[in-house]
């Protein structure tokens, strides 16, 4: 395993990761399903167990992760100074923005890390997709930056959701990001098609904000 993958293990520090780990069997290895979609689609093969697979990842985390990688050899401990880098481009955002997937594996002298933005039963929205870019470009320019350290990391990006978006505004998006001018789409399977919602109303069902009323209606016809 690459001190890469080492260190972007290190950061992950989500409760909710450790609870899924802990409160079910499976945890988070990857079906043969997803992992048969995801190869699929990015054109590039999973493996069975990748070693690092978790959710709402910190992208503050994935940047400091490339970032240690140029002090190779380096151990976090007590007895030693804690390293400290500039800021001057504001680097490191401090801000809980994420990626909601990510799956890092090694494949030979190659490690790999595979982003996926996903959508359940709300929509997208261009403002967030494009921020998010935003971010993602800011440390896929630190891998491009220093190519003697960064050979053979790579970075791929998909977005995930029952339907494929129509309206996203790509034009701000890096080319890595939409090869072929394209972002990847993954169709995600809710496993239903009757979610509902909860809606406050008025008296006669109409939808308000701040109506004295709810009610209960399907989140899809």
Same mark, same amino acid.
């Given at each position: 395993m690459s001190s890469l993958i080492e260190n972007l293990k290190r950061f992950n520090s989500k409760e909710r990761y450790f609870l899924v780990n802990y409160a079910t069997k499976g945890g988070f290895e990857l079906s043969d399903e997803f992992r048969k979609v995801v190869s699929e689609a990015l054109n590039l093969e999973l493996p069975e167990s990748p070693p690092f697979v978790a959710m709402d990842y910190h992208l503050d985390w994935l940047l400091a992760s490339l970032v240690l990688e140029k002090y190779p050899g380096w151990e976090l401990s007590e007895d030693k100074d804690l390293p400290k880098f500039q800021n001057l481009k504001n680097d490191i955002e401090a801000t809980q923005e994420d990626i909601d997937f990510v799956i890092a594996f090694d494949k030979g002298e190659e490690t790999h890390i595979v982003l996926l933005e996903v959508k359940g039963v709300t929509g997208w929205t261009n403002k967030q997709l494009i921020s998010k870019a935003a971010h993602?470009?800011?440390?896929?320019?630190?891998? @491009? /930056?220093?190519?003697?350290?960064? =050979?053979? @990391?790579?970075?791929?990006?998909?977005? !995930? /959701? %029952?339907?494929? %978006?129509? *309206?996203?505004?790509?034009?701000?998006? +890096?080319?890595?990001? =939409? %090869?072929?001018? =394209? !972002? !990847?789409?993954?169709?995600? +399977?809710?496993?239903?098609?009757?979610?509902?919602? @909860?809606? *406050?109303?008025?008296?006669?069902r109409k939808a308000d904000a701040n109506g004295k009323w709810w009610t209960v209606k399907p989140r899809q016809k």
């Open positions: 993602l470009d800011k440390i896929d320019k630190i891998l @491009v /930056s220093d190519e003697k350290c960064y =050979k053979g @990391v790579f970075l791929h990006f998909a977005i !995930v /959701s %029952p339907q494929k %978006p129509e *309206r996203l505004k790509l034009e701000k998006l +890096p080319e890595w990001m =939409k %090869p072929n001018g =394209k !972002v !990847v789409w993954m169709k995600l +399977p809710l496993g239903t098609k009757y979610l509902w919602k @909860v809606q *406050r109303c008025d008296k006669e």
